[in-house]
């Protein structure tokens, strides 16, 4: 089992819907959370990260952690074509014999059309 | 402009051959890593330096070897490349590794091993 799943997609959307990314982790040592954003032919992005259960809204952008699930998702408001990109969860030990380890999910691949 | 750049962007090569990409940071971070990129595996960490001749395994470090003599370079070797390590490759860095600070990824490097 992989310490962090997400589902790979890929999704398609009309411009204007509300999009959910979301993954799962096995690992309980996991404390920080981040979302990254890649578009085609480039690195990733930061675009959001938490490390305490509840919700972080940045725009249109909102961040949900869910500890005693082991979950975690991405939301996204009145989509626009712009945010087309692969959206990858990444998650950090900060502690423990793995400390600095990052671990990335498999990326989800989202189209925005208009 | 503060950045993480990667040498080559693009490589061919063949069974055997030994190779190098360089990495390097112009921000003075302490943290640097090295990720492969693969369709349906997302990314996947290599290798990961906590600060100058300080270096973990990630993941999937078999085949690779790395070294940090100094803080701003992040040599990626691979001593026999196979082509099961034809991929996708991403060096980032961060200020530290302790708590949460944001990962620069450099633009990529597409390795292709026949």
């Known amino acids: 089992q992989k310490e962090v799943e997400q589902d790979p997609g890929p999704l398609s959307v009309p411009e204007g819907a509300i999009v959910s990314l979301n993954c799962t982790y096995s690992n309980s040592a996991f404390q920080y959370f981040m979302w990254y954003r890649q578009y085609s032919r480039k690195g990733p992005e930061l675009l959001m990260y938490?490390?305490?259960?509840g919700n972080k809204e940045d725009g249109r952008f909102t961040a949900q952690v869910d500890k005693s699930s082991k979950y975690i998702s991405l939301f996204i408001r009145d989509s626009q074509p712009s945010d087309s990109a692969t959206y990858l969860c990444a998650m950090i030990f900060a502690g423990g014999t793995s400390y600095g380890k990052l671990t990335f999910g498999q990326g989800t691949i989202l189209t925005v059309h208009p | 402009e503060a950045q993480v750049t990667q040498n080559p962007r693009y490589l061919i090569t063949v069974t055997g051959k030994k190779l190098t990409v360089t990495c390097s940071q112009n921000?003075?971070?302490?943290?640097m890593s090295w990720y492969r990129q693969d369709p349906g595996l997302g990314l996947r960490q290599i290798y990961y330096?906590?600060?100058?001749?300080?270096?973990d395994k990630g993941d999937v470090p078999e085949g690779y070897k790395v070294s940090r003599k100094e803080k701003r370079n992040f040599p990626l070797i691979l001593e026999s490349p196979s082509p099961n390590q034809t991929s996708l490759y991403f060096c980032?860095?961060?200020?530290?590794?302790?708590?949460?600070?944001?990962?620069?990824f450099g633009p990529g490097t597409r390795l292709t091993v026949t």
């Open positions: 921000m003075n971070h302490e943290y």
């Open positions: 980032a860095s961060s200020l530290t590794a302790g708590g949460f600070h944001e990962q620069y």
């Open positions: 330096s906590m600060n100058v001749e300080v270096t």
């Open positions: 938490t490390y305490s259960s």
